[in-house]
């Protein structure tokens, strides 16, 4: 028969022989120390339970930072909101601060003036192809007539052109059919004023021979009672003397902006004040810190020392 023919005789002689050595190895290990046969196993199961740890922490590390990341965004969210809020609150509580300080000049124009005035408010911009003019919310109900005066505590504004019940249209004196009597404040020359254009307006039927000069200022002249006198209206620009003619024609910067009004003085009654006695340090903006104090108080000096009379 063949030697390597399968016989089970001759295989348990080969596992017998295999054995024995490796029992009478055993036989003499540590009473603590694991068998042999063992270390392969455990080395297996330690290296499955190390992988599954890792897998494990791995996928709790990932959705602990999903979640912190949820929350981050809606944190986010919730600052991004109180933010705009609070952007909101800021600008809210500017554009406060700021109508209470043109107020607060307002009243204290009105409370240093012989003038009996009435405050308004600018609802619109009328876009009439024929008339450049503002609207504010006072009517023939408040009292208000044709031609009576607007101003602002700068200067001058316009004039009324129409009366509602609650509202009125105003000719700004920018409009090119404005007409204000007018005068060069050095010089006391007369003209008339009317608009050019929204940023420039006109002194026209200048005499001639009249002295004006670039930097003039121009004010009103106070006829009729319409506008106090010596009331700023700009100052010039140029001036331009036609070759042949009897008159000259000077360009004025306007001292009031109409696209940026937001509240208007009617002078309902001019109480014959004569603006150039309290304008005698200088002209135009801003007359609250050039007008006389109340109660008749000696006005200070620019070198800050007090006027006194005789």
Request: glycine content about 8%.
């Amino acid at each position: 028969m063949n030697f390597f023919a399968f016989d089970i005789r001759k295989l348990l002689i080969v596992v017998a022989v295999i054995a024995l050595p490796i029992l009478s190895i055993n036989m003499k290990r540590n009473p603590g120390e694991d068998p042999w046969y063992r270390r392969p196993f455990t080395w297996i199961v330690a290296m499955s339970q190390g992988g599954y740890s890792s897998f494990t922490s791995g996928v709790r590390g990932t959705t602990s930072m999903y979640l912190n990341l949820v929350g981050i965004k809606k944190d986010n969210q919730r600052l991004g909101r109180e933010n705009q809020e609070l952007r909101a609150q800021l600008a809210a509580s500017t554009e406060l601060k700021l109508e209470n300080e043109r107020l607060n000049q307002l009243l204290e124009f009105k409370l240093n003036t012989k003038m009996k005035l009435l405050a308004a408010k600018v609802i619109a911009r009328d876009l009439s192809p024929d008339h450049e003019s503002i609207r504010i919310n006072r009517g023939y109900r408040q009292g208000l007539r044709k031609l009576m005066g607007i101003i602002t505590v700068e200067g001058v504004v316009g004039y009324v052109l129409s009366t509602e019940l609650d509202t009125a249209q105003i000719l700004v004196v920018t409009d090119r059919s404005a007409a204000v009597d007018a005068l060069v404040q050095r010089t006391r020359a007369r003209g008339l004023i009317s608009g050019k254009d929204s940023n420039a307006i006109r002194l026209r039927y200048l005499q001639r021979a009249d002295d004006v000069a670039v930097g003039d200022a121009v004010v009103t002249s106070g006829l009729k009672g319409t506008f106090p006198k010596g009331f700023p209206i700009g100052k010039v620009t140029t001036v331009r003397k036609t070759d042949f003619g009897i008159s000259q024609e000077a360009m004025v910067e306007p001292v009031v902006s109409p696209s940026n009004l937001e509240e208007v003085f009617v002078v309902l009654d001019s109480g014959g004040e004569d603006f150039n006695e309290k304008l005698q340090t200088g002209f135009g903006p801003p007359l609250l810190s050039k007008m006389n104090p109340p109660g008749g108080a000696p006005a200070s000096t620019p070198d800050g020392a007090r006027k006194t009379t005789p």
